[in-house]
Nanobody, 123 residues
Framework: VQLQASGGGSVQAGDSLRLSCAAS????????RGWFRRAPGKDREFVAS????????YITDSVKGRFTISRDNALNTVYLQMNSLKPEDTAVYYC?????????????????WGQGTQVTVSS
């Protein structure tokens, strides 16, 4: 069972990136999916989550209006569309999956984690 995050890179402020997290080894259609990030010198923080059916999403306030989370259960993949990127969005972004749809902002409840993809935004 593996979550593979991709799509990171180095961009200028105001640019966009789309992160993908492809799952393999089993179907994650019944799992809630989430994105977290860890900036240099900071703790890992919640970014966004999406319910198993995709109908309920949560976005942290600092990226609300700029980031969108979506999923394609047929492809076993979740996406994080990031627009209007800012230097403070620089971090390693991790995708995760969990059985429970309760408490999705808490990283401790996630059952599977991807390896992370680096996003660097320069001013």
């Amino acid at each position: 069972v593996q979550l593979q995050a991709s799509g990171g890179g180095s961009v200028q402020a105001g640019d966009s990136l789309r992160l993908s997290c492809a799952a393999s080894g089993r179907s994650f259609s019944s799992y809630a999916r989430g994105w977290f990030r860890r900036a240099p010198g900071k703790d890992r923080e919640f970014v966004a989550s999406i319910a198993r059916g995709g109908g309920i999403t949560y976005i942290t306030d600092s990226v609300k209006g700029r980031f969108t989370i979506s999923r394609d259960n047929a492809l076993n993949t979740v996406y994080l569309q990031m627009n209007s990127l800012k230097p403070e969005d620089t971090a390693v972004y991790y995708c995760a999956a969990r059985v429970s749809g309760v408490g999705v902002r808490d990283s401790k409840g996630y059952d599977y984690w991807g390896q992370g993809t680096q996003v660097t935004v320069s001013s």
